[in-house]
């Protein structure tokens, strides 16, 4: 069984400041997906990585897939309150087997 | 631009009784992929479908089964309901035919309440 370990679970920053998520695993995937997710909402795509070492950026935020494919994270520069959510990452195995298995998820506060 | 479609948005039920969920994907995805989200959990993998066969199976009950018809909509239906299965069920779909089966969309979920 694949698993990935997301962290922090939480974290509550002010206005203005950095933060990185990373989301790590012993299991290579083919894909790495972001996803933001609002209470009681569907996850919403951020971005899909699908190549080792591979970086995209989303206006202020980035994400980077790990050379080895096991572990990728997600920075976001200069936060917003409009940033506050709940920030899951998902990867798939690969082959024809396209289903995710998802990070626990983290919280994000940014205070005014 | 269209995004998965999924029906009912919320549903109650009784304890054993039955539920059937509807999903319409992205038009001209080929696959859709059943999730189930408990309360403080992540979305857990159930069942998907591609080009309307059965293509992985996750963790889904012997109670539930699944379909994808010709249109490719899919429908997750549920029986002798327990409380536990009470939770947000996602659909999502992707494209496998146009190269991007990894990259999946979600609707917007089902909040099932059994009682």
């Known amino acids: 069984t694949q698993l990935l370990e997301q962290s922090p679970q939480f974290l509550s920053i002010q206005e203005g400041e950095n933060l990185t998520v990373y989301c790590n695993s012993s299991s290579v995937f083919s894909s790495l997906q972001w996803y933001r997710q609002e209470p009681g909402e569907g996850p919403v795509l951020l971005v899909t990585?699908?190549?080792?070492?591979e970086v995209k950026k989303l206006k202020r935020l980035t994400f980077q897939f790990g050379d080895a494919r096991k572990d990728s994270s997600l920075h976001i520069t200069a936060a917003q309150p409009g940033d506050t959510g709940l920030y899951l990452c998902a990867g798939a195995s690969g082959g024809s087997n396209y289903k995710l298995t998802f990070g626990k998820g983290t919280l994000l506060t940014v205070n005014p | 631009a269209a995004g998965v479609i999924q029906s009912p948005r919320h549903l109650i039920k009784e304890k054993r009784e039955t539920a059937t969920l509807k999903c319409y994907p992205i038009p001209r995805h080929d696959t859709v992929y059943w999730y189930q989200q408990g309360p403080g959990q992540d979305p857990q993998f159930l069942i998907s479908?591609?080009?309307?066969?059965?293509?992985d199976k996750g963790s889904i009950p012997d109670r539930f089964s699944a379909q994808q018809f010709s249109d490719y909509h899919s429908e997750l239906n549920m029986s002798s309901l327990e409380l536990g299965d009470s939770a947000l069920y996602f659909c999502?779909?992707?494209?496998?035919?146009?190269?991007?089966?990894?990259?999946?969309?979600f609707g917007p979920g089902t909040r099932l309440t059994v009682l």
């Open positions: 999502a779909s992707s494209s496998r035919t146009s190269g991007k089966g990894n990259t999946q969309y």
């Open positions: 479908f591609y080009e309307k066969m059965q293509s």
């Open positions: 990585v699908v190549t080792g070492g």
